[in-house]
C-alpha cells in the first residue's frame, strides 16, 4: 500500500497544482460572480459532480500509471475549465446560442437523463448488430481468401477499391435500398467494418509460417480442419486487435448514419436539437459520442488483454 502512494518529487507539484486548479474550478463555480448579463442561467450541481468526478478518476489512475501524462491531463483539463468559467462569467463569450457555460452543457445531461440513455441505447443496438455480422462474415471471407488464391485474387482487388470509399457517401443509396432506416444504418456501419476485417484476415493468414502448414499437411488436416483447427488460432489475436480500431470507426460511421433520417441514436439527438438551432444539447450529444467511443476502446483493450495472453 505504501509503494502505491510512491511518486517523483516532481509528480507530487504536478499532483498538488491539478489539486488547487480543481479546487478552484469548484470555488469560481459557487461563488464567482457574473460581470455581464447572459439570457440563461444553469444550476451548478451537474457540472460540479463533473468536475469532482474527473478528480476523483484522475488522483487513482495517478497513483496506479505513476504516470507524468496523468497530471499534465488533470492541470490541462481544470485549467481548461477555469478558463471557460472565467470567460464566460467575465462576458467574453457573448454568444449563449453557440457556446453555453460549462453549466449549462452539463445541465443538459440532468434535463434530458432519460431522452439520452434512450438514444445511446438505440445506438449501441445498431452497432452491435452491424458489427457482429460484419466481423463474422468479414473474418470468414477473409479465411476463405487468405487460404484459397482464387477467391484472394479476385476480392481483394475489389476491397481495394471499396475501402477508399467513405462507408457514409453509400448512405444515400442503402436508405433507398432497404425498407428502413435502422436497416440502412446497420448496412452502413457493416460497410465499415466488414472491409477492413476482410483485408486484415487475408494479410494474416499470408504471414502464417508455412512450416506450420506443412506440419498440418503431413498429419493429414484437410481444408476445413485447417481453416479451423490452424489458421483461424493463428489469425485470432490479429483479429481481436483489429476490433478496437473498427469499432471507433464503426461508432463514427453509425452517428453520421444516424443524422440522415433514423428517429433513433445519438446521431439522431444530435441532429434534432441542431434543428431546434439548440447548441447546448448539440455539445452534449457530442461529448456522450466521446464518452461513448472511449469506454469501448477501454473495454475492448482490456478484453484484448484478457482473451490473447499466450501472444
Request: proline content about 4%; hydrophobic content about 55%.
Amino acid at each position: 500500500m505504501k509503494r502505491f502512494f510512491q511518486l517523483d518529487k516532481g509528480a507530487y507539484l504536478e499532483f498538488a497544482v491539478a489539486t488547487v486548479l480543481m479546487a478552484v474550478n469548484v470555488a469560481l463555480t459557487l461563488t464567482f460572480p457574473y460581470f455581464t448579463p447572459h439570457k440563461v442561467y444553469y444550476d451548478s450541481a451537474a457540472y460540479i459532480v463533473v468536475i469532482l468526478g474527473a478528480y476523483v478518476i484522475y488522483v487513482p489512475c495517478l497513483f496506479a500509471s505513476k504516470k507524468k501524462s496523468a497530471n499534465d491531463l488533470a492541470v490541462t483539463v481544470f485549467g481548461f475549465f477555469i478558463l471557460w468559467e472565467v470567460a464566460y462569467k467575465l462576458g467574453w463569450i457573448h454568444n449563449d446560442l453557440l457556446l453555453p457555460s460549462p453549466e449549462g452543457l452539463f445541465h443538459v445531461f440532468v434535463e434530458k437523463t432519460p431522452e439520452i440513455l434512450k438514444d445511446v441505447w438505440g445506438s449501441l443496438q445498431l452497432l452491435f448488430w452491424g458489427f457482429l455480422l460484419a466481423a463474422i462474415l468479414g473474418t470468414l471471407l477473409g479465411l476463405l481468401a487468405g487460404w484459397i488464391p482464387r477467391i484472394r485474387e479476385v476480392l481483394l482487388p475489389i476491397s481495394n477499391v471499396i475501402t477508399l470509399i467513405p462507408p457514409l457517401m453509400f448512405s444515400a443509396y442503402l436508405i433507398m435500398i432497404f425498407s428502413t432506416f435502422r436497416q440502412a444504418a446497420i448496412a452502413v456501419i457493416f460497410f465499415a467494418v466488414f472491409w477492413p476485417t476482410f483485408q486484415g484476415t487475408v494479410v494474416r493468414v499470408g504471414q502464417i509460417d508455412r512450416q506450420i502448414i506443412e506440419a498440418a499437411r503431413t498429419m493429414g488436416v484437410g481444408t476445413l480442419g485447417m481453416l479451423g483447427k490452424v489458421i483461424f488460432p493463428y489469425c485470432l489475436p490479429g483479429i481481436i486487435k483489429s476490433i478496437s480500431k473498427s469499432l471507433r470507426g464503426a461508432f463514427m460511421c453509425l452517428s453520421g448514419a444516424e443524422m440522415l433520417g433514423i428517429n433513433l441514436g445519438i446521431g439522431y439527438f444530435i441532429e434534432k436539437y441542431k434543428s431546434f438551432a439548440d447548441y447546448r444539447c448539440v455539445l452534449a450529444g457530442i461529448v456522450t459520442v466521446g464518452l461513448i467511443t472511449t469506454l469501448i476502446d477501454l473495454a475492448v483493450g482490456k478484453a484484448e488483454r484478457a482473451l490473447i495472453k499466450w501472444e
